[in-house]
Each structure stands twice: as structure tokens, then as C-alpha cells.
């Protein structure tokens, strides 16, 4: 029996306003799943309503106060863990081990923002004795969260987490194609404790949705997570509006190995970024730049582990059949430029990755930096590979994209591996498996977006500051 399910506004389930649903789909076995309400401008304006009128209360509440709330919500995300991975699963197909880590993750986010949020003040400025003057950080007002469909539940969190904790109020709107699992998180947030109306979610498309909230006069900041042509669409509209953003749009990142690195490491840095989500991760590094020495043994390694994965076992499906059919078009496109991969390269023909959206996890080796394959964001389980001469030839080919999210050095000369990583351009480099958690900030430079997502960066994105100053004579 399919179940329906509505948009959440004012602290309850709400159905659409002109009554209509949207159908999602299983990726892993291409079934009919649930119905997602069918949003529409007159859903926004609902919701951004309510926003705007539960907003001031929670803003004027003590840090304290919101943190205790943040924690019951994280409380209650690990509480509500199998329905909210089922729900998951449903829509994206993914495994149990990368359902069980983002979950963490989620649960994570309110918890870290519940304890940094006791932290955040403004500061006093020394104007003289005649002078007290301080700074606040306050809150935007409403905030709309918009955020795609490769990891919706942990997206969502990681942006909502923030942004209630410095006092604003959100409207999120999911992907129509992953909407389930935010609608669960709202509904648990409110029985946890958060006020009617400070998390309001509103399902269905980008034009019927996403661009009204977008354009809404209320909303006071936006944050996004998606493709560059989205983004820059709403961007569009913010500077319209003369709004600020959080973009977050993906990349083409490079995953350097030097000779003298730790090549066990190394090869499972690159087999994880092919196969963690089926590589529908905005910081995926898909392009392994090895050393010419060690290139063809490190290209060996990754293209006979990436053949052994397992479908549905060690790598989920891709989630969208429009994704689907554009990694299928990024095959196409390098056999018609003449690259040939040493590994994959097809969808399944039979076995049990047949019945679903599953791509083999493919491997170009040594391909021109120039083709379609070496420079478009794929976003699947897709790497090429490219040697390199020496130091600065790597970092020429790691910088030779439009993108900047993130990267990775592995070299056995750990001086080398932090001068290549401050010379590198993106937000996030890890060297030698450097951790990158929910405390590093996040995001990116060049075509990759501006602002920043985890960190105590996020709180102050969600906050303005204001100065005051009080003569004392």
C-alpha cells in the first residue's frame, strides 16, 4: 500500500493545497514507492507564515534554552534510527553501512551545534573609557534550506542544525525525489520539544517550490545544495533580492599520490571515493593524479578492487533515473573521445545489479586532462586517472578545474603534502587521510559555491552581526 506523505507547517502533517501528489521510485529495484505532497506557492506562503510568527519567541530564548531543545531533537533522531534509514532506503537504495553513518551523522549536527551554540557571543571593543560598545550575533529571521537528493536526511541536518541554534526559523524543501525521511525529522523535532512552526517542510519541485521560497519576501537567507546550474539560478534571485547564501555545488576533485606514500592508504582512499555512495558525493575525489613512477601499479590496484565491488553490497544504486541516464551519457561521451576504461564503463546487463539503477564502478586510466570525462562532474562511480611529473605538475593538474570543494595529498614527504595542500584550491585538503568531521568547516572555491556549511563557520553564517555602542560620559 503506498503511503502519502504531507508537508509538515505550524508543528503538524499538512496536506497540499491543490491536493496533488508526486510519485518517487526504489533505485534498487525500480519499483513505484511512496507519494510526496505536491507543493505549490500557496504551500510556501503557509509555511513561511508560520515561520515568521514562531521566530522572535525562539530567537529571544537563551542559548541554553534552544541547546536543550537541539539535544532532545538529536535524542530523538538516534531514538527514531530504523524508521528513518528505512525511509531512506526506500528512496535512495543505499546500504546499510552508509545508512547507519549518515544517520550518525545527523544526530551528530544537532548534538555539535546544541554544545558550540553555549559558545557563541558577540565581543566587546575597546573605544575608550567613554565608550561601551559590543557586538551580537543575531539571527537572519527565516532561512530557507533547500537541499538535494544524494543525502537527503544528513544535508538536511546539516543545515538546519545551525541555523536553529543561532534563532532563526527554516522552510526546507527537499528534493521530490528524497522528500520522506526530512519530513520524518521535522515531525520528530516537534515532538522533541521545538516550537510549532520553527521547522516547517514543503515537498515538490523547484519551479512549483523552490523558486517561491527562494523569492519569498520574507525569507532572509537561503542556503542550497545542488548543481551549478540551479545555484546559479537562485543566486539570481537572491542578488535580486540582495540576500546572502550558502551554495554548495559540487566538484571535480583530485586525489594526489606521490611515489613515496603510503600505497595501501592510498588505494583505499581511492576505491572509498568511487564506491561511498556510488560516487553521488559533491566531494568525491574522482580525479587520482599519481606520480608517473607509481602510476600504472596505483591504476592496477584501484581497478582490480573497483571490480570486485558487489552491487547492493558494497555500493548502492543511483538514486535518480535522470542520474542514471546522465552517467550512462558520460560513458558514451568518452568512448565517442576515445577513452576506454580499464574497468567498467555500462550499466548492469544481468545479475542483481540489473534490476536496479546500478552502474559498475568504472576507471579511466591516463586520460587528456582536456576530455569531457577529466573535467565534468559525473557523479557516479567514476574515476580518472592522470600521472604526473613532479611537484608542481601535480599541483598545475589539480588546479585545472572550474571547481574547488575539496582534495587529497598522500605523499611519504609530509612537508611536501601541506605545501601542496596550501597551494591547492579548495576549501577542504586532507593529507595523508587527514579526518575531515563535522567541526571542519565545509565548502568550496571557484564554481564550487561560497560560504561555509559544519564548523563553528556555520553558526556565523546564520548570524548577522550588529554593533552597538553606548557613550558612557
Known amino acids: 500500500m503506498t503511503t502519502r506523505h504531507e508537508h509538515w507547517i505550524q508543528g503538524k502533517a499538512v496536506p497540499p493545497a491543490n491536493g496533488a501528489y508526486l510519485p518517487t521510485l526504489d533505485p534498487a529495484t525500480r519499483e513505484a514507492g511512496d507519494e510526496i505532497a505536491a507543493g505549490t506557492s500557496a504551500d510556501v506562503d503557509h509555511a513561511v507564515a508560520s515561520a515568521a510568527a514562531a521566530q522572535p519567541a525562539w530567537a529571544a530564548a537563551s542559548g541554553a534554552e534552544r541547546s536543550a531543545v537541539l539535544h532532545r531533537v538529536a535524542d530523538a533522531i538516534e531514538a527514531d534510527a530504523e524508521t528513518l534509514m528505512e525511509l531512506e532506503r526506500a528512496c535512495t537504495g543505499k546500504i546499510p553501512a552508509q545508512l547507519r553513518s549518515e544517520l550518525d551523522m545527523s544526530a551528530g549536527y544537532f548534538r555539535y551545534y546544541a554544545g558550540i551554540l553555549r559558545t557563541h557571543h558577540g565581543r566587546t571593543i575597546d573605544l575608550g573609557h567613554d565608550n561601551h560598545t559590543y557586538t551580537r550575533l543575531e539571527p537572519y529571521g527565516v532561512v530557507a534550506a533547500i537541499t538535494p537528493w544524494n543525502l537527503p536526511l544528513n544535508q538536511a541536518c546539516r543545515a538546519l542544525a545551525p541555523a536553529l541554534a543561532v534563532g532563526n526559523a527554516v522552510v526546507a524543501k527537499p528534493s521530490e525525489l528524497t522528500s520522506a525521511s526530512t519530513v520524518r525529522l521535522a515531525r520528530l523535532a516537534t515532538e522533541a520539544g521545538l516550537p510549532d512552526g520553527l521547522l516547517n517542510v514543503v515537498t515538490g519541485t523547484g519551479p512549483e517550490v523552490g523558486s517561491p521560497l527562494a523569492s519569498h519576501p520574507v525569507v532572509r537567507r537561503i542556503m542550497f545544495t545542488g548543481s551549478v546550474a540551479t545555484g546559479r539560478a537562485l543566486g539570481h534571485i537572491a542578488a535580486d ?46 580525479r587520482l593524479l599519481v ?88 557523479f557516479g562511480p567514476v574515476m580518472v586517472t592522470m600521472p604526473f611529473a613532479d611537484e608542481a605538475d601535480a599541483l598545475a593538474i589539480a588546479n585545472d578545474t572550474e571547481y574547488g570543494l575539496v582534495a587529497g595529498v598522500w605523499s611519504g614527504d609530509v ?59
Do not use: W
Request: hydrophobic share 40%; with cysteine; proline share 5%.
Open 415 to 473: 612537508a611536501r603534502g601541506l605545501r601542496l595542500a596550501e597551494r591547492i584550491d579548495a576549501g577542504q585538503v586532507a593529507v595523508n587521510g587527514g579526518a575531515l568531521t563535522i567541526e571542519t568547516p565545509f565548502g568550496g572555491f571557484k564554481q564550487s559555491g561560497y560560504g561555509r556549511e559544519k564548523g563553528i563557520e556555520a553558526l556565523h553564517d546564520y548570524a548577522q552581526v550588529k554593533t552597538i555602542s553606548l557613550s558612557i560620559r
Open 291 to 378: 606520480e608517473a613512477s607509481a602510476h600504472d601499479e596505483v591504476v592496477a590496484r584501484v581497478a582490480d578492487a573497483v571490480g570486485r565491488l558487489e552491487p547492493g553490497v558494497d555500493f548502492g544504486p543511483i538514486i535518480t533515473e535522470a542520474q542514471f541516464h546522465s552517467v550512462l551519457g558520460h560513458f558514451a561521451a568518452a568512448e565517442a573521445e576515445g577513452a576506454v576504461p580499464v574497468t567498467g564503463g555500462s550499466g548492469y546487463a544481468d545479475g542483481p545489479g540489473a534490476k536496479g539503477l546500478y552502474v559498475r564502478p568504472t576507471v579511466y586510466a591516463g586520460v587528456r586532462p582536456d576530455l569531457r570525462i577529466a573535467r565534468e562532474e559525473v
Open 241 to 286: 533580492r540582495l540576500i546572502p547564501m550558502t551554495l554548495e555545488l559540487g566538484g571535480k576533485s583530485p586525489l594526489v599520490v606521490f611515489a613515496d606514500a603510503d600505497l595501501d592508504r592510498a588505494v583505499g582512499a581511492a576505491v572509498t571515493a568511487i564506491a561511498m555512495n556510488s560516487g553521488q558525493v559533491c566531494s568525491a575525489t574522482t
